[in-house]
């Protein structure tokens, strides 16, 4: 009994120490993303103000002020984030990026991030040169069909909610794989 009870704890601590390892992981990850959405902005960019590109635009602001609403509840700021990840005191912590969004009036959280970016898959299906981009774009943001299991779709954000670093790190890569789109963007005559 008392053996079981010994390799019960080692156990658990073995499944701790590779959380641990995934959260340092997945912190490498978000700075990758944030290095690349640095060097995209110092791409040249198709700067007419196409449907497209606005939309995107009034994405990343969404995912900017998601993130701000997140930090800010977990008294951090997005240049601590982006500077060390590693300072997320609860990273593994369940719910609190629903809870920080619900606070804000997002009920149920991600809502608006999910509703945004349906209408920019809409809105890239009907603008040349966008065509073949709309229909990656569900699987690239993490958007869903609705099916019987899941009814409301297969958001990730509301998937990932769950895990604080992940729903961060989904935001980072949301805004790196929006601006790689952005400066892809066609030139349109």
């Not at 992981?25 to 007419?48: E, F, M, R």
């Not at 569900?138 to 990730?156: C, M, R, T, Y």
């Amino acid at each position: 009994m008392l053996l079981l009870a010994l390799n019960s704890v080692f156990s658990a601590l073995l499944a701790l120490n590779v959380s641990k390892d995934t959260v340092n992981d997945s912190y490498n990850i978000s700075q990758d993303y944030c290095k690349v959405v640095a060097a995209v902005v110092h791409l040249p960019v198709n700067v007419n103000k196409s449907a497209v590109n606005v939309k995107i635009d009034e994405i990343i602001k969404i995912t900017n002020d998601y993130q701000d609403l997140i930090l800010k509840h977990e008294g951090m700021t997005r240049d601590q984030w982006e500077k060390n990840p590693g300072d997320l005191v609860r990273p593994e912590s369940p719910n609190i990026a629903a809870t920080a969004l619900s606070h804000n009036g997002e009920i149920p959280a991600g809502i608006k991030l999910e509703k945004s970016l349906t209408e920019l898959v809409m809105l890239m299906k009907q603008t040349k040169g966008y065509e073949e981009t709309a229909i990656a774009l569900p699987a690239i943001v993490g958007l869903g069909e609705e099916n019987e299991e899941d009814p409301v779709g297969a958001f990730s954000f509301r998937n990932i909610i769950i895990n604080l670093s992940w729903a961060l790190i989904y935001l980072d890569g949301l805004e790196a794989n929006l601006c790689m789109i952005k400066a892809s963007a066609p030139v349109v005559n």
